[in-house]
């Protein structure tokens, strides 16, 4: 508790730093980081994902990459001194207007399909700009390292919303459905899962790719909207996200037809800008041939 409290002081004081010499760290830091933070990894991720483009390209996207994941280091450490008009400045949004309508005619949840790609985290004040005719939540999945678990959540939270865990999903919304309030609940679905949950694979950066479905099953259940998150930095500090109506009937079209459009969508905003988007990941470790092979084995 002590050392969560004086490590999260020596941030916020971090955090109070003029922008223009925090991205004089973040320019310093990236020469750095990309020398040991996962670089096989940024490599390995972008060659697979772009085997059409030349060295050359790649180690350009390589490079801008690390600059912009270091630029998120240092804007999620001023999220814990920014003022509410700073942030609503930096951070802004459209698309509202037509989720409002549709909660001003009954409907009750929107999702909002994100992803790792500009800075996510600033996505949150999204709170700041639906009150009081409508609520956020984020769903989040549980990190292990136990600072950085309280650290995010506090940092998510502190506009509003409500946090909720991947795994209490389904419950929690079924919890809020009860209560007399709107809801916008963001989806960042662009994660790999794990072998028990993976029911489905598209095409998504050249490779067959398990992808969750939980975001649309759970909007079929009840009658959410769905809406996708497409995010822009019209330049360093500041980022825009363009909410865009996906589909208004679930029932009349085919199962996973918005997990499919959701990562097309995607590909297009990573193939305009794949430096914004997070390859230190080992996005593609799970195959879908050794998918198949498991479920052969299984079913013996």
């Not at 990894?41 to 772009?50: D, G, M, P, T």
């Not at 949150?124 to 959540?153: E, G, V």
Request: hydrophobic share 40%; net charge positive; proline share 3%.
């Amino acid at each position: 508790m002590k050392s969560y409290k004086f490590i999260k002081g020596l941030l916020w004081t971090l955090s109070l730093l003029p922008f223009p010499v925090l991205y004089a760290l973040s320019d310093f830091l990236s020469l750095f980081v990309r020398q040991f933070y996962r670089k096989q990894i940024v490599r390995e991720n972008l060659r697979s994902a772009f085997p059409e483009k030349s060295d050359k390209e790649l180690r350009d996207i390589e490079r801008k990459f690390y600059h912009q994941f270091c630029d998120l280091f240092v804007e999620d450490i001023k999220m814990l001194s920014m003022s509410k008009e700073e942030m609503m400045r930096r951070m802004t949004f459209s698309g509202l207007d037509e989720a409002k309508k549709r909660h001003e005619a009954g409907q009750k949840f929107h999702f909002l399909y994100l992803s790792h790609f500009g800075n996510w985290e600033w996505i949150a004040s999204i709170n700041y700009h639906m009150q009081p005719w409508c609520t956020s939540a984020q769903i989040y999945h549980h990190i292990y390292d136990h600072f950085m678990n309280r650290f995010f959540l506090e940092l998510r939270g502190q506009y509003g919303g409500i946090n909720i865990e991947m795994k209490e999903t389904f419950r929690r919304i079924l919890q809020l459905r009860r209560e007399d309030k709107n809801y916008v609940i963001g989806f960042i679905s662009d994660q790999q899962p794990k072998w028990s949950s993976i029911h489905h694979f598209v095409p998504f950066l050249n490779h067959d790719t398990a992808v969750f479905i939980g975001a649309e099953h759970i909007a079929r259940k009840v009658d959410a909207f769905m809406m996708y998150g497409r995010m822009s930095r019209p330049k360093r500090g500041y980022y825009h996200l363009d909410i865009i109506p996906m589909e208004d009937h679930l029932a009349s079209v085919p199962e996973n037809t918005l997990t499919n459009r959701y990562f097309e969508m995607l590909e297009a905003d990573i193939n305009a800008h794949p430096e914004m988007w997070l390859w230190t990941h080992k996005r593609w470790s799970r195959t879908k041939e050794e998918w198949l092979q498991r479920q052969a084995e299984e079913k013996k």
